[in-house]
């Protein structure tokens, strides 16, 4: 059943719902976010309060990193919380409908897309206040010696295609209407000494203790940041936060047992590859739409330039702008890299601007990775956008049903990109992903990009994890001080070379280990398909192991290159086992993704898997670990006045003029006489 929310995908903040949305006042946001090492669990509190004269239903917006799991949610009114439960999707609809329509207080917490969701309050009565409560655990990026904390804060206008038949949404912010600002404290609790804490986004106050209690256990690891004017301030932009500490790419196999005796693992590491480059053709995709006016467009324009500068000599390119049309610099296919064609590249960049109305990205991808690449050159694919469109799923279904023919790596640009479309193309392009704010550097993000793109493409990764077929014994207890592994010396060949850390106890070239199997379903690999490996860049996977299964004394990481198979093994210490549930919740997250993006271990070798099992499987993962997903909602009741609030399915008019952008396409959103946009 369509609702009246469903419309809202990029209006932020609690608004009432009705023939016209109209916003609930938002008193006070509090952000507090606990970095421990590479994961990070956030706590968003917002407070609105009800001025009407009469109970309202009021639906609440607002955007998170693709990447997070949200994982609880509760709603405190009038002194009274009420803590949600995951149920299947239209079950907690029904449940939070039956409630409303018995006149109790309810809450419903839904996932519109894997960076926006949306959450229903109802029978919020005269003068109430609601404090509604998020909390979400994330795995955090990487950025040379530092990793990045992402809080986003509002959701960008999403183009949408003539042929969908979603309204256009407008733009929001999740806190630049609070009366009293915002509130936002991180604490960092890192495994080795901070070395540097940097904000791209924002002013802020980094205190970083000096305080020592021993020689073992210095304060320097821990770091509390805040905004500098936190009382008045407002996030008008996604927050950054750069956290930089020693040794962060110390390879780590982390060992995590659940209350239930269960344990997930993690694989996290940084490999060093140094191999012969591969002759490559090189596409460069740059959205033209008008979304990317201003400050975007020239960020867009300044990273082509530096590709272009960087392109190694023996190398095919071209440029292709796209909006509702698309271009390519050379009709007739790509070119050489020479003196000629590079200054007519350059010219043709410097002359770009964002012209070509709305971003309709599919056609010129389709005709991109349709056409045949330059024989004996890999086809690398860069996108550059800020992602605003909405037929996101298509896109990235697309990229990853070319993956074997073409690499694609995606630079999202702008303070308020879609990390939902960014990271689902390079993730399903066997590519990189990366973010600029405006005003950041670009340099650096380029030429990881361009170098990653010409390493030769490991097809073949796999982990093998070593799991004893036995019930699971007591984890060892941390000891004082730990004798790290011997090393064994690098072995190369043919000038490649595994470059492992001192902390791993073999890398070695031309072994061949058996394929790991999940027979018996001893564990679960997250993703089921190994992710890619670049160098410098960080490699994360999880396991999941049920309760009774001795969590795996080893894992051997293996990759085939064109100078034979490397391999890294890993074996954890002491301190890498210890109790929790922050690695349970993003490995099952990570499952989640691969069974909603068609990758799971439900779809080996690419075979369809029975679209019931498969959300049976994902609302079973969902109510497991208690997260949202496309098939499971949080929902809360709580018994009320016995007041009624009557549901409104009727259409919608903004309360604030919706964002359209130029197009040829007939648009299909018209003003309303008071201003508004009817949809």
Known sequence: MLIAADVMHGCCGLYIVGPRLVPVPLRHTNVLAKLVDFSVEVEVTQTYLNLTTVPIEAVFVFPLDER?????????????????????????????????????????????????????????????????????????????????????????????????????????????DAQDGL?????????????????????????????????NNSNSRICVVTLQGSGATHLDKDFVLLVAFEEPHRPRLAIEKGADGSHACMITLAPKLRLDEVPAEFVFVVDRSGSMGGKKMEQAVAALQLFLRSLPADCYFNIVGFGDRYRLLFSDGSHKNSDASLQEASRAVARMEADYGGTEILRPLEAILGSAPVPGYERQVFLLTDGEVSNTQEVIQLVGSKRDTARCFALGLGDDCSHELVEGVARAGRGLADFALIGERLETKVLKQL????????????????????????????????????????????????????????????????????????????????????????????????AGVAPPTKAVVHAHTPDGVLAVELVPTPADFFEGKVLHTLAARELIRDLEEGRSFMHKDGAAAHESAVKAEIVRLGVTYKLTSSQTSFVAVEPGTKTVVPLYYGPVVFAAPAVVYASSSTSRVRRSAAGGAVV
């Open 183 to 215: 509130e936002l404290r991180v604490v960092c609790m890192m495994p080795t000494k901070i070395t540097r804490v940097h904000s791209p986004s924002h002013s802020i106050v980094a205190d970083l203790a000096t305080a020592t209690n021993s020689s």
């Open 451 to 546: 170098e990653c793109a010409m390493q030769p493409s490991l097809r073949d990764v796999y982990v093998d994890w070593t799991v004893p077929e036995q019930r699971a014994p007591e984890p060892p207890k941390p000891a004082a001080t730990a004798e790290a592994p011997s090393v064994p010396p690098v072995v190369s060949s043919g000038g490649g070379v595994f470059d492992a850390f001192k902390s791993v106890t073999g890398s070695l070239l031309n072994y061949v280990s058996p394929r790991p199997t999940q027979a018996g379903k001893l564990f679960v690999q997250a993703p089921h398909n190994v992710p890619p490996v670049f160098s410098g860049s960080r490699f994360l996977i999880y396991c999941l192991l049920p």
């Open 68 to 176: 997070a799991a949200v994982c609880g949610f509760e709603v405190t009114i009038d002194g009274k919380t009420t803590v949600g439960e995951v149920q299947e999707k239209q079950q907690a609809r029904q449940t939070y409908e039956r409630a409303l329509a018995q006149g109790d207080s309810a809450q419903l917490l839904e996932q519109k897309r894997a960076d926006v969701f949306q959450m229903r309050v109802g029978n919020l009565q005269p003068g109430q206040q609601a404090d509604i409560k998020i909390t979400y655990v994330a795995d955090m990026k990487i950025e040379e010696d530092a990793v990045r904390l992402l809080v986003p804060t509002s959701v960008a206008p999403r183009y949408h295609p003539w042929t969908e038949s979603d309204p256009i949404p407008r733009t929001g912010s999740l806190t630049s």
